[in-house]
């Protein structure tokens, strides 16, 4: 299908691309690599009149080692994730989520600040940053602030962010010990259920997506652990599970305990 009519602008900075935001209100939509963003367009879900591109900002595809955390640019592909050696050597549990995002022309395209912006319920990376304790650098016309993950998914489609504001890159902690599982859909490899498990000490970190409208920290696994996989049994406790065609209820709280216990195994 073909889009409405659109302006299309490319930004070359990030603060002309806030200001662009500014101006044009709800009627504009952020542009990096339009993964999520063109189909709902072709589909007509979603009709912006501007189009404001940032994938040629300077500086938002980089990937570097700032005061002993891994910051990674907004504009960064899926693919750029998966094959940098910083990210293997030092949060490789980032670079296992990224080689299981879709296929290889959407790993070229998608980014890790689109993905996390547009926050779908079923996106593979929301786990794996909820269970770093990553940051969201975001700015606006008010300056630049920083998110701590657990405030920035609020919903499903929905985040912290303001109307004005972009995502300019994202900051991790070094993670030596991680591991992400995920059972996928099988056209679109969506997470029906993904979870992401970071381990320190005798201490986990439990990400999961795909489970309920808002991705989550699994505080019944995370607290029930031992030592033990079994501490599993815990990662829907006082969740309210989905259900879709591709899972009801019953069926994506088992995949979810199956999901949760093969990341805290590994």
């Not at 980014?111 to 319920?121: E, R, V, W």
């Not at 056209?187 to 979870?195: D, I, K």
């Not at 989550?216 to 030592?227: I, P, Q, S, T």
């Amino acid at each position: 299908m073909i889009p409405a009519k659109f302006d299309y602008i490319k930004a070359s900075s990030v603060s002309e691309a806030v200001d662009l935001l500014d101006k044009h209100g709800f009627d504009a939509k952020i542009l990096s690599g339009g993964h999520s963003l063109i189909p709902a367009m072709k589909l007509r879900l979603n009709r912006p009149e501007v189009l404001i591109d940032i994938s040629g900002i300077s500086g938002m595809d980089s990937i570097t080692e700032e005061g002993g955390e891994i910051v990674i640019g907004a504009n960064c592909t899926h693919h750029d994730i998966a094959t940098s050696k910083l990210v293997n050597d030092d949060l490789n549990i980032l670079a296992q989520t990224a080689k299981a995002i879709g296929d290889i022309q959407v790993r070229n395209r998608g980014t890790l600040g689109g993905s996390l912006a547009h926050a779908d319920p079923a996106a593979d990376y929301p786990a794996t940053v909820l269970a770093c304790d990553a940051t969201v650098v975001a700015e606006g016309k008010k300056g630049q602030r920083s998110i701590p993950i657990s405030d920035f998914f609020q919903g499903i489609f929905t985040t912290a962010l303001e109307d004005d504001e972009i995502i300019t890159s994202i900051r991790f902690p070094k993670v030596k010990n991680g591991n992400y599982q995920k059972f996928f859909q099988s056209a679109s490899r969506f997470a029906v259920v993904g979870v992401a498990v970071v381990k320190s000490g005798n201490e986990v970190k439990v990400g999961i997506t795909g489970v309920a409208d808002t991705p989550y920290r699994a505080k019944g696994v995370e607290n029930a652990y031992n030592g033990s996989a079994d501490a599993a049994d815990h990662a829907v406790d006082n969740v309210e599970v989905m259900s879709d065609h591709f899972a009801d209820v019953e069926y994506r709280s088992h995949l979810a305990k199956v999901m949760t216990k093969r990341a805290l195994e590994a």
